[in-house]
């Protein structure tokens, strides 16, 4: 092992303006060559500046003390200056050396900015302890350490596993059909747009680990404006001429260990660290093949297929395992086969991989750049900093490449076929749970693979001619000892033992770990201990005085609720088909009972049934063919079923409750029927103007779509948990504040007198005194030692904030207090106050150390001002689908010859009635047209603005003006339609509806504003109610809605 470290860009350095200095000044100074020229450029400026910023955190920090020590007792106005310019110099070096432990901690949940620094550290040095390799066994079984060529023995084996051997794929590649039609080929080879690479590059965690370039995603990130087309070009270019430039398609590969101590080469799993670049590249294209990959792999792979869950088919294989352990009876007698692939991305063969994407019909020009993705291929084998020899494979993908699951599961294509091949052939025989199951042959979940078929010696035969097929095609290779086979209970154990032996597999026993989860569960211990704040109310909302902690049961209940969702909503899914057939043939699963003899996998989801109960309602569409009485299809939230008793409703469905053609109520007959109740409700369910086939809608989710949190608030809100007390305004704004998470727990802890004050602690049986230690003299309980003790009145006195005149006045009371008459930054200095006087009590108690008001009060103003300035998002990466332009807080005129129009909506809560409004402005920002709308029906805020931006693209579409700006106030109208996910709501409905209408108008985008920015058309949205259905003019809008117009025209 030899060379130097290389270089590896710190994303501390992105806290000092000179690192943005540096980086631009290279890029003006290599302008116009490649951007490989120019990142070289940037390694070697920002390799020898950064030397100065990370090299020396010990040095920097020692003397940004030593001069405070020197500074702190002087008086006079330059030392008091110098004071505080040193300590923000101390404050942000030890900010750079968070963040640089941070980045090498990989602890992605958890943000800096809190001197987390220990931490971060600690984790690092566990991470490289773990992942150190001190010696290994080589072939003959013997250690060799690294002075004794444990190098050599690295290198060799990767050597031998990427060279390739002859491969025989035509019995295998032969079985494939093609699936990629024409019009999917069609998008793979479109020009690469911004926004495409844009979405790539800010898809990478910050932190991620470079490749041997060193550069991180941060650096491109945070210098997007820099490099941003460069980036763009450089993909551009790979996708017009299929070749990679420079060294962009070498990789770092990592070795990180399975288990705690490896002893042998395959114990550990290489991991590939990809240049940036490389993987932009690679991410672009992984994202167009993501939308087709749903329709080209079965069912049989749910693992990294978009609208798939893998634990769809961890439910159907421990179906299909219950159904093995229940089969006592019957000549038939089944076996599943669990198969480790050994090494499965390292082994895969190109050639086969080459022939699979040709044979399911990719074009040539794409399957040309993803086998330029593989083959150019470099790896260079590091440890500790160190890089080994550079190996070129001859076959494999790798690990960290995120087109390299896509490929992996194109592969598993073959073995599906023939799978396939084999059944139709009568060879194989696949397992059927129930009547009118479907049968179940194989599941996969990415590189592991489950069989089943039965349990004889002629299927036994003919799987291990399968699996050996298989290997000669694809390079992959079963690891038959880490293999195991799970027989049905009325299997013959002479049968057992010829099959285990032939296959050399192990038999598993009911106590075996299937599909890595164990098949019992345990009973949590009850608490010894008592607690100083009660469980169940920890578990209230945050708004109430709780902490919102999860209660795991209702958590648990919610998480299962998701997969009897999509048995609910996914019929024709390989698991809903087989929980039909096996536990509701008849019904749904909101009508399914718990059955005889269920697994343990459907008692689990049954559990769940009440709370999807809870939340599913039908979408209601013209000619909808649900029934009027029995199914949830009001869009109430408590009881959505009819309470109507009409004989003529038993056989009535929703579909006739309508006008013919119309696509509206038929009012006369709901009059004539219904109580007032229920047509107040009817009208308020919006109907789908295009004929569609009746679906299920999540109730509590704008897109219409089952969440797990929604979900658990409903069982909180059910069980009086969470909702049950009028929010307290206090507790909301205290959480909302800015200020660090610890200090609004001290408070939380006052509010709830949970303060191990020395009186609280009595009364919970600790044997203390209950003077204060700090004055000596009162007894200590929560509001002396925050407010009455002379030390902290004193600080409030110097922070200009009132204690209370009343003895008896509780710490909440005092809070509510403060937080009602206070603005924003006095209530957070109040609060990093009463943390900064807790502090000093406890120095007080545990180190016996004195501190004076001035010194107190000092130290919260500081504190706060360097945790407010810390908290600059310098890695923060935009995900919130707005875009640069977005959130505009004054109107601004269009360019010349172009138009605005601002759109917005009221609800009228009253009158159970909804309005729009909207106003199209010239470039002077004179008022073309404005027009409002009042509807009838009881709808969201957010559908009412969806509706009113749906009205006004077609407006816009009726007007025929070009290039225009639609602007509304709503965040989440904005970013649903630029985001292409589907949704099940009427919500969704009209979302689609404006997606239509947008690319059908040329010239046409829409903004999202403030509603400062939005005013004009808020108050004619307002004025709806009292001016419905009006066009207006310049000459003719009312004067209540005149000077709205006015102030945004002198604008």
Same mark, same amino acid.
């Given at each position: 092992?030899?060379?130097?470290?290389?270089?590896?860009f710190e994303n501390a350095w992105l806290k000092e303006p000179m690192c943005f200095q540096i980086i631009q000044g290279c890029w003006e100074e290599t302008n116009g060559e490649d951007i490989?020229?120019?990142?070289?450029?940037?390694?070697?400026?920002?390799?020898?500046?950064?030397?100065?910023?990370?090299?020396?955190?010990?040095?920097?920090?020692?003397?940004?003390?030593?001069?405070?020590?020197?500074?702190?007792?002087?008086?006079?106005?330059?030392?008091?200056?110098?004071?505080?310019?040193?300590?923000?110099?101390?404050?942000?070096?030890?900010?750079?050396?968070?963040?640089?432990?941070?980045?090498?901690?990989?602890?992605?949940?958890?943000?800096?900015?809190?001197?987390?620094?220990?931490?971060?550290?600690?984790?690092?040095?566990?991470?490289?302890?773990?992942?150190?390799?001190?010696?290994?066994?080589?072939?003959?079984?013997?250690?060799?350490?690294?002075?004794?060529?444990?190098?050599?023995?690295?290198?060799?084996?990767?050597?031998?596993?990427?060279?390739?051997?002859?491969?025989?794929?035509?019995?295998?590649?032969?079985?494939?059909?093609?699936?990629?039609?024409?019009?999917?080929?069609?998008?793979?080879?479109?020009?690469?747009?911004?926004?495409?690479?844009?979405?790539?590059?800010?898809?990478?965690?910050?932190?991620?680990?470079?490749?041997?370039?060193?550069?991180?995603?941060?650096?491109?990130?945070?210098?997007?404006?820099?490099?941003?087309?460069?980036?763009?070009?450089?993909?551009?270019?790979?996708?017009?001429?299929?070749?990679?430039?420079?060294?962009?398609?070498?990789?770092?590969?990592?070795?990180?260990?399975?288990?705690?101590?490896?002893?042998?080469?395959?114990?550990?799993?290489?991991?590939?660290?990809?240049?940036?670049?490389?993987?932009?590249?690679?991410?672009?294209?992984?994202?167009?093949?993501?939308?087709?990959?749903?329709?080209?792999?079965?069912?049989?792979?749910?693992?990294?297929?978009?609208?798939?869950?893998?634990?769809?088919?961890?439910?159907?294989?421990?179906?299909?395992?219950?159904?093995?352990?229940?089969?006592?009876?019957?000549?038939?007698?089944?076996?599943?086969?669990?198969?480790?692939?050994?090494?499965?991305?390292?082994?895969?063969?190109?050639?086969?991989?080459?022939?699979?994407?040709?044979?399911?019909?990719?074009?040539?020009?794409?399957?040309?750049?993803?086998?330029?993705?593989?083959?150019?291929?470099?790896?260079?084998?590091?440890?500790?900093?160190?890089?080994?020899?550079?190996?070129?494979?001859?076959?494999?993908?790798?690990?960290?490449?995120?087109?390299?699951?896509?490929?992996?599961?194109?592969?598993?294509?073959?073995?599906?076929?023939?799978?396939?091949?084999?059944? %139709?052939? !009568?060879?194989?025989?696949?397992?059927?749970?129930? &009547? #009118?199951?479907?049968? *179940? =042959?194989?599941?996969?979940? @990415?590189?592991?693979?489950?069989?089943?078929?039965?349990?004889?010696?002629?299927?036994?035969?003919?799987?291990?001619?399968?699996?050996?097929?298989?290997?000669?095609?694809?390079?992959?290779?079963?690891?038959?000892?880490?293999?195991?086979?799970?027989?049905?209970?009325?299997?013959?154990?002479?049968?057992?033992?010829?099959?285990?032996?032939?296959?050399?597999?192990?038999?598993?026993?009911?106590?075996?770990?299937?599909?890595?989860?164990?098949?019992?569960?345990?009973?949590?211990?009850?608490?010894?201990?008592?607690?100083?704040?009660?469980?169940?109310?920890?578990?209230?909302?945050?708004?109430?005085?709780?902490?919102?902690?999860?209660?795991?049961?209702?958590?648990?209940?919610? %998480?299962? !609720?998701?997969?009897?969702?999509?048995?609910?909503? &996914? #019929?024709?899914?390989? *698991? =809903?088909?087989?929980?039909? @057939?096996?536990?509701?043939?008849?019904?749904?699963?909101?009508?399914?009972?718990?059955?005889?003899?269920?697994?343990?996998?459907?008692?689990?989801?049954?559990?769940?049934?009440?709370?999807?109960?809870?939340?599913?309602?039908?979408?209601?569409?013209?000619?909808?063919?649900?029934?009027?009485?029995?199914?949830?299809?009001?869009?109430?939230?408590?009881?959505?079923?009819?309470?109507?008793?009409?004989?003529?409703?038993?056989?009535?469905?929703?579909?006739?409750?309508?006008?013919?053609?119309?696509?509206?109520?038929?009012?006369?007959?709901?009059?004539?029927?219904?109580?007032?109740?229920?047509?107040?409700?009817?009208?308020?369910?919006?109907?789908?103007?295009?004929?569609?086939?009746?679906?299920?809608?999540?109730?509590?989710?704008?897109?219409?779509?089952?969440?797990?949190?929604?979900?658990?608030?409903?069982?909180?809100?059910?069980?009086?948990?969470?909702?049950?007390?009028?929010?307290?305004?206090?507790?909301?704004?205290?959480?909302?504040?800015?200020?660090?998470?610890?200090?609004?727990?001290?408070?939380?802890?006052?509010?709830?007198?949970?303060?191990?004050?020395?009186?609280?602690?009595?009364?919970?049986?600790?044997?203390?005194?209950s003077l204060c230690p700090v004055c000596d003299s009162h007894n200590e309980t929560i509001m002396h030692v925050l407010a009455f003790c002379p030390i902290a009145a004193q600080c409030w006195?110097?922070?200009?904030?009132?204690?209370?005149?009343?003895?008896?006045?509780?710490?909440?009371?005092?809070?509510?207090?403060?937080?009602?008459?206070?603005?924003?930054?006095?209530?957070?200095?109040?609060?990093?106050?009463?943390?900064?006087?807790?502090?000093?009590?406890?120095?007080?108690?545990?180190?016996?150390?004195?501190?004076?008001?001035?010194?107190?009060?000092?130290?919260?103003?500081?504190?706060?001002?360097?945790?407010?300035?810390?908290?600059?998002?310098?890695?923060?990466?935009?995900?919130?689908?707005?875009?640069a332009g977005d959130g505009n807080d004054r109107w601004c005129a269009p360019n010349a010859n172009e138009t605005k129009v601002n759109v917005d909506a009221s609800i009228f809560g009253s009158?159970?009635?909804?309005?729009?409004?909207?106003?199209?402005?010239?470039?002077?920002?004179?008022?073309?047209?404005?027009?409002?709308?009042?509807?009838?029906?009881?709808?969201?805020?957010?559908?009412?603005?969806?509706?009113?931006?749906?009205?006004?693209?077609?407006?816009?579409?009726?007007?025929?003006?070009?290039?225009?700006?639609?602007?509304?106030?709503?965040?989440?109208?904005?970013?649903?339609?630029?985001?292409?996910?589907?949704?099940?709501?009427?919500?969704?409905?009209?979302?689609?509806?404006?997606?239509?209408?947008?690319?059908?108008?040329?010239?046409?985008?829409?903004?999202?504003?403030?509603?400062?920015?939005?005013?004009?058309?808020?108050?004619?949205?307002?004025?709806?109610?009292?001016?419905?259905?009006?066009?207006?003019?310049?000459?003719?809008?009312?004067?209540?809605?005149?000077?709205?117009?006015?102030?945004?025209?002198?604008?």
């Amino acid at each position: 092992m030899g060379g130097t470290r290389s270089f590896k860009f710190e994303n501390a350095w992105l806290k000092e303006p000179m690192c943005f200095q540096i980086i631009q000044g290279c890029w003006e100074e290599t302008n116009g060559e490649d951007i490989w020229a120019k990142q070289q450029l940037c390694v070697d400026k920002l390799g020898e500046w950064g030397k100065t910023i990370t090299g020396n955190f010990k040095r920097r920090i020692n003397a940004c003390k030593r001069e405070l020590d020197l500074l702190k007792h002087r008086r006079d106005g330059v030392s008091v200056e110098r004071y505080k310019e040193v300590k923000k110099q101390l404050l942000k070096v030890i900010d750079q050396k968070e963040t640089y432990w941070k980045q090498r901690a990989k602890q992605f949940w958890l943000k800096e900015g809190d001197q987390n620094t220990k931490y971060f550290h600690a984790a690092a040095n566990t991470r490289r302890r773990t992942n150190s390799i001190h010696q290994l066994k080589n072939e003959q079984g013997v250690d060799v350490p690294w002075n004794s060529g444990l190098e050599m023995v690295i290198t060799d084996y990767f050597t031998q596993l990427f060279s390739s051997s002859s491969s025989i794929t035509q019995p295998v590649v032969d079985c494939v059909d093609r699936m990629v039609k024409p019009e999917m080929n069609e998008t793979f080879l479109l020009t690469v747009t911004e926004d495409e690479v844009r979405t790539a590059i800010f898809g990478m965690h910050p932190d991620k680990s470079p490749g041997p370039d060193g550069l991180t995603p941060a650096f491109y990130q945070k210098n997007w404006a820099v490099v941003g087309m460069d980036v763009v070009k450089l993909v551009q270019r790979f996708f017009t001429s299929g070749k990679f430039e420079n060294d962009i398609n070498k990789a770092n590969v990592v070795l990180i260990p399975k288990k705690r101590n490896p002893e042998r080469m395959a114990d550990l799993r290489p991991i590939a660290l990809c240049n940036v670049l490389y993987k932009t590249i690679t991410k672009v294209m992984s994202n167009r093949l993501k939308p087709i990959m749903d329709r080209i792999v079965s069912q049989h792979q749910s693992a990294f297929i978009p609208g798939r869950l893998i634990t769809d088919n961890i439910m159907v294989s421990f179906e299909v395992l219950h159904y093995l352990k229940r089969k006592r009876r019957g000549k038939e007698s089944f076996m599943a086969l669990k198969l480790d692939m050994s090494k499965a991305y390292d082994r895969i063969e190109w050639k086969y991989l080459e022939e699979i994407l040709l044979r399911l019909g990719f074009e040539a020009g794409w399957i040309a750049l993803m086998m330029e993705c593989v083959r150019s291929a470099s790896y260079l084998i590091v440890h500790g900093g160190k890089t080994m020899s550079p190996i070129i494979p001859q076959r494999g993908i790798r690990q960290g490449d995120p087109l390299s699951p896509y490929i992996f599961i194109l592969c598993a294509k073959g073995f599906s076929a023939l799978i396939k091949k084999y059944e %139709l052939r !009568g060879w194989l025989h696949r397992c059927k749970v129930a &009547n #009118g199951a479907p049968r *179940v =042959s194989h599941m996969l979940f @990415a590189d592991d693979s489950y069989l089943y078929c039965k349990a004889t010696m002629e299927e036994a035969l003919k799987v291990r001619e399968l699996l050996t097929l298989f290997e000669q095609a694809s390079g992959q290779q079963v690891n038959f000892g880490k293999s195991f086979i799970f027989y049905s209970t009325n299997t013959n154990l002479a049968i057992r033992n010829s099959i285990g032996s032939f296959l050399q597999m192990v038999v598993a026993d009911e106590n075996s770990m299937y599909l890595g989860l164990p098949s019992t569960m345990g009973r949590n211990k009850n608490a010894v201990l008592g607690y100083l704040k009660e469980k169940e109310k920890l578990c209230q909302h945050k708004s109430v005085g709780g902490l919102s902690f999860r209660n795991l049961r209702d958590h648990n209940i919610a %998480l299962l !609720g998701k997969q009897g969702w999509r048995l609910l909503t &996914n #019929g024709n899914s390989l *698991v =809903s088909r087989i929980f039909k @057939a096996r536990y509701y043939p008849n019904g749904t699963y909101l009508s399914a009972s718990i059955g005889n003899n269920p697994s343990f996998i459907w008692q689990s989801i049954f559990e769940a049934q009440k709370v999807v109960k809870m939340g599913a309602r039908w979408r209601i569409g013209i000619d909808s063919q649900v029934s009027v009485k029995g199914e949830p299809w009001l869009s109430l939230e408590e009881n959505p079923f009819i309470t109507s008793t009409h004989p003529v409703l038993d056989s009535v469905v929703v579909g006739n409750l309508m006008e013919i053609g119309s696509g509206s109520w038929d009012m006369e007959l709901l009059q004539d029927v219904f109580n007032s109740r229920d047509i107040a409700a009817i009208t308020a369910v919006p109907i789908l103007q295009v004929a569609a086939v009746d679906s299920f809608t999540w109730h509590f989710e704008l897109s219409g779509i089952y969440s797990v949190k929604s979900a658990f608030h409903l069982l909180q809100k059910e069980k009086g948990a969470w909702d049950t007390v009028e929010a307290s305004k206090f507790w909301n704004e205290l959480w909302r504040l800015k200020i660090p998470p610890k200090i609004k727990n001290l408070i939380w802890r006052g509010g709830t007198n949970c303060l191990p004050t020395k009186v609280q602690l009595i009364t919970k049986r600790v044997h203390v005194d209950s003077l204060c230690p700090v004055c000596d003299s009162h007894n200590e309980t929560i509001m002396h030692v925050l407010a009455f003790c002379p030390i902290a009145a004193q600080c409030w006195e110097k922070a200009a904030i009132r204690i209370p005149t009343q003895q008896d006045t509780s710490f909440l009371d005092w809070c509510v207090s403060i937080f009602s008459s206070a603005n924003t930054t006095t209530c957070s200095l109040f609060c990093v106050l009463c943390w900064s006087i807790w502090g000093a009590r406890n120095d007080k108690v545990w180190k016996n150390k004195n501190s004076n008001a001035s010194f107190i009060f000092a130290f919260a103003v500081c504190y706060l001002e360097q945790w407010t300035s810390a908290q600059a998002p310098y890695l923060e990466t935009s995900r919130t689908g707005l875009l640069a332009g977005d959130g505009n807080d004054r109107w601004c005129a269009p360019n010349a010859n172009e138009t605005k129009v601002n759109v917005d909506a009221s609800i009228f809560g009253s009158s159970q009635e909804y309005g729009y409004g909207m106003v199209a402005r010239d470039e002077h920002g004179f008022m073309l047209e404005a027009t409002s709308r009042l509807c009838h029906g009881c709808v969201r805020p957010e559908l009412a603005e969806a509706i009113g931006v749906r009205e006004a693209l077609s407006w816009i579409k009726d007007k025929q003006w070009p290039q225009v700006t639609l602007e509304t106030d709503c965040s989440v109208v904005a970013q649903a339609i630029r985001n292409p996910i589907h949704m099940t709501s009427f919500f969704g409905d009209v979302i689609k509806e404006c997606q239509i209408l947008l690319v059908n108008l040329c010239g046409v985008s829409i903004s999202f504003v403030k509603q400062s920015a939005n005013l004009v058309a808020h108050t004619i949205a307002r004025a709806a109610i009292s001016y419905p259905d009006r066009v207006f003019s310049m000459g003719d809008v009312p004067t209540d809605l005149l000077p709205f117009l006015v102030a945004e025209f002198e604008v």
